[in-house]
């Protein structure tokens, strides 16, 4: 099946840029989603690229996809102290003939004043 | 309310006991998921209801647990005989189509078995 990786921990700086990493291993996937929780919330669409895109920007947010390489990621510009969450790649792909969506372990995204 | 809602927010049973969480999907949305999230683990797929289709199970971890749907509306999902290690957040989501739109999720509800 589908195995979608994600590093546990980011560090950043505020107004510094975040970069957050996803791998997934199946190259049938065509949406590949990120979402973002935040303590006691429940998951929040942030933004989603089709497979046959390279990169999709939109406001402080810049999704870009390699193919290739199955590699996603998720650039916040300026971070922000809000931006301090938990954030979750997610691949929509074939699994047993239906449409599933599989997704990372998250990244802790800790934004420091 | 315009969003996904589940309930109760929080459950806490003893070991042993049958539960159920109910889903209220966005009005409209066809398909419907569950998943379960356990305490510093990501997201686990449970199930996946699209229209009068027959659900995707392939991800319920054993027989005790269930899920229905009536129609495109509520789910509920059922865990009979609860253990500890189904203590976790149960989240549903619901999309207007299935594969490649938005899942929107519920607030999750939170299990406790003591």
Redesign the interface.
């Known amino acids: 099946g589908e195995d ?1 990786e994600q590093s546990l921990f980011l560090s950043v700086r505020e107004g510094d840029s975040s970069v957050i990493n996803c791998t997934y291993t199946d190259s049938s996937s ?2 590949l ?1 990120w ?1 973002k929780q935040e303590p006691g ?5 942030l933004t ?1 690229i ?1 497979s046959n895109m390279d990169m999709k920007q939109d406001q402080r947010l810049t999704v870009l996809l390699n193919k290739k390489d199955k590699h996603l990621s998720l650039r916040i510009a300026d971070t922000q102290t809000g931006d301090s969450a938990i954030y ?1 790649c ?1 691949v ?1 792909g074939l ?2 003939g ?9 990244t802790k995204l800790q934004v420091i004043p | 309310g315009a969003g996904v809602s589940q309930s109760p927010s929080n459950k806490v049973t003893e070991k042993g006991k049958d539960v159920e969480l109910r889903c209220d999907p966005i009005s409209g949305h066809t398909a419907l ?1 569950w ?1 379960r999230q356990r305490l510093g ?5 449970l199930i ?1 209801f699209q229209g009068n289709s027959a659900p ?1 199970k ?2 319920l971890p054993s027989d005790r647990f269930s899920a229905e749907r009536t129609g495109e509306s509520v789910s509920t999902l059922t865990i009979q005989r609860t253990q500890q290690e189904d203590s976790a957040v149960y ?1 549903c ?1 619901s999309s207007l189509v ?3 739109n ?7 509800t939170r299990l406790t078995v003591t």
């Open positions: 979608v065509t949406y989603y979402y919330a429940g998951l929040q669409l989603y089709f979750f997610a929509l699994g047993g239906y449409q599933k969506v599989t997704f990372g372990t998250g | 998921y998943y683990q990501g997201l686990e797929f996946y995707d392939s991800g989240l989501a299935s594969g490649g938005e899942q929107y999720f519920g607030p999750g």
